[in-house]
């Protein structure tokens, strides 16, 4: 069957939704029922992160080069997972994905493979972050926060409470990127004034060029000031380990967060 411009190698019904995996040009995805992509990786080249916005967040290496605890909601094909668990080799990392569809695909067509760093928990994530800020035991260098239905963000991971829940579980130098979808005008600016309150406009945004998302990066409120050589030198660093386009992305974060980033960089 052919769809989305390629051929349906596994489609399936919960009560989730759609879940299809489609392969078209040595690329195969994950969709959930549209046109966009969930998830995708190279057949060719699987380790490399494909997609742009995917890419984009990988910027959260220049400023957390060094994580011990991450946490994860949301998983798609575990491209980005796998890239996280490859560069932080000390870390200790949990991912929570709501679909168990989508976790028996990322296994069996995504080549996400068992690793002992790695706690994989099939649950709601923004229910996962609000019971661990009560118990208060664990808290995170870096959380990634990439949760989509077919067609939007997944409710339990916006709002104020769940952006001050994530806040809570953050360590003194941590870092929370959020993945927003930018062509829901009402929908974004909720979700960027929202982060902006809670994180005391410590928050800069990385457009995705030619998508409609919109990488949104958080810092705790002790997040050290940085030098501006030093992140340079680390992101140039990171674009010649990995084939990463680090310092275009970290020129457009610059560029669109002109006040944000003179409190968090200096010149020198």
Same mark, same amino acid.
């Given at each position: 069957?052919?769809?989305?411009?390629?051929?349906?190698?596994?489609?399936?019904?919960?009560?989730?939704?759609?879940?299809?995996?489609? /392969?078209?040009?040595g690329v195969r995805s994950m969709h959930f029922g549209?046109?966009?992509?969930?998830?995708?990786?190279?057949?060719?080249?699987? /380790?490399?992160?494909?997609?742009?916005?995917?890419?984009?967040?990988?910027?959260?290496? @220049?400023?957390? !080069?060094?994580?011990?605890?991450?946490?994860?909601?949301?998983?798609?094909?575990?491209?980005?997972?796998?890239?996280?668990?490859?560069?932080?080799?000390?870390?200790?990392?949990?991912?929570? /994905?709501?679909?168990?569809?989508? @976790?028996?695909?990322?296994?069996?067509?995504?080549?996400?493979?068992?690793d002992e760093r790695m706690q994989l928990l099939i649950?709601?994530?923004?229910?996962?972050? %609000?019971q661990q800020a009560l118990s208060n035991k664990t808290?995170?260098?870096?959380?990634?926060?990439?949760?989509?239905?077919?067609?939007?963000?997944?409710?339990? @991971?916006?709002?104020?409470?769940?952006?001050?829940?994530? &806040?809570?579980?953050?360590?003194?130098?941590?870092?929370?990127?959020?993945?927003?979808?930018?062509?829901?005008?009402?929908?974004?600016?909720?979700?960027?004034?929202?982060?902006?309150?809670?994180?005391?406009?410590?928050?800069?945004?990385? !457009? @995705? &060029?030619?998508?409609?998302?919109?990488?949104?990066?958080?810092?705790?409120?002790?997040?050290?000031?940085?030098?501006? &050589?030093?992140?340079?030198?680390?992101?140039?660093?990171?674009? %010649?380990?990995?084939?990463? /386009?680090?310092?275009?992305?970290?020129?457009?974060?610059?560029?669109?967060?002109?006040?944000?980033?003179?409190?968090?960089?200096?010149?020198?």
């Amino acid at each position: 069957m052919q769809k989305y411009g390629g051929s349906v190698i596994h489609q399936q019904h919960s009560s989730d939704g759609i879940l299809e995996i489609v /392969e078209a040009n040595g690329v195969r995805s994950m969709h959930f029922g549209t046109s966009s992509r969930q998830s995708s990786f190279l057949l060719a080249d699987p /380790e490399r992160l494909h997609l742009t916005y995917v890419r984009s967040m990988s910027l959260a290496l @220049v400023f957390c !080069p060094d994580a011990k605890q991450v946490l994860m909601v949301g998983l798609g094909g575990g491209s980005l997972t796998q890239f996280l668990l490859n560069h932080y080799q000390s870390c200790a990392m949990t991912v929570l /994905e709501k679909r168990r569809d989508v @976790v028996s695909a990322s296994i069996k067509y995504f080549d996400l493979s068992p690793d002992e760093r790695m706690q994989l928990l099939i649950g709601d994530g923004g229910n996962f972050i %609000r019971q661990q800020a009560l118990s208060n035991k664990t808290t995170y260098d870096l959380l990634v926060v990439d949760a989509f239905d077919h067609c939007a963000m997944a409710d339990s @991971v916006r709002g104020n409470v769940f952006f001050n829940k994530c &806040k809570e579980l953050m360590s003194l130098n941590s870092i929370m990127m959020i993945n927003l979808w930018g062509s829901q005008r009402a929908a974004f600016q909720e979700n960027a004034n929202n982060l902006l309150r809670v994180f005391e406009r410590r928050v800069c945004f990385l !457009p @995705v &060029k030619g998508r409609a998302n919109v990488i949104a990066f958080c810092f705790s409120p002790h997040y050290p000031q940085l030098a501006h &050589k030093t992140v340079l030198k680390q992101a140039l660093f990171l674009e %010649r380990s990995y084939n990463i /386009e680090m310092s275009l992305f970290l020129k457009i974060l610059i560029q669109h967060n002109p006040k944000t980033i003179k409190y968090l960089l200096h010149k020198k």
